[in-house]
């Protein structure tokens, strides 16, 4: 499984922006596409998950209520919308999928993206 991931760019407090995780090679054996971001000089945190299984969503209390995880199946592909950005949100984000289980450890995902920055300004 190979991830490509973009969308990321520098916008101010309150924007919005879409990231999107593009999957391709053997997409039927994911089982979930999660969402993680990593700050200068933090480790990499939980932000968002699917099950592509079940269509379940799970997001981390940080997230919740301002960024939303969705699948476009005919594109195989993995947004996520973030609305109401805040300067604590800039990180570079990766995407990330797992075979066989939906989890918020980084270290139990398989497959990793590249990642894209999201810069906010305050």
């Known amino acids: 499984v190979q991830l490509q991931a973009s969308g990321g760019g520098t916008v101010q407090a309150g924007d919005s922006l879409r990231l999107s995780c593009a999957a391709s090679?053997?997409?039927?054996?994911?089982?979930?596409v999660g969402w993680f971001r990593q700050a200068p000089g933090k480790e990499r945190e939980f932000v968002a998950a699917?099950?592509?299984?079940?269509?379940?969503?799970y997001y981390a209390v940080s997230v919740k209520g301002r960024f939303t995880i969705s699948r476009d199946n005919a594109k195989n592909t993995v947004y996520l919308q973030m609305n109401s950005l805040k300067p604590e949100d800039t990180a570079l984000y990766y995407c990330?999928?797992?075979?066989?289980?939906?989890?918020?450890?980084?270290?139990?995902?398989?497959?990793w993206g590249q990642g894209t920055l999201v810069t906010v300004s305050s």
């Open positions: 990330a999928a797992d075979p066989l289980m939906l989890t918020t450890t980084p270290s139990d995902y398989d497959y």
């Open positions: 090679g053997r997409t039927f054996s994911i089982y979930a």
């Open positions: 699917d099950n592509w299984r079940v269509g379940s969503t």
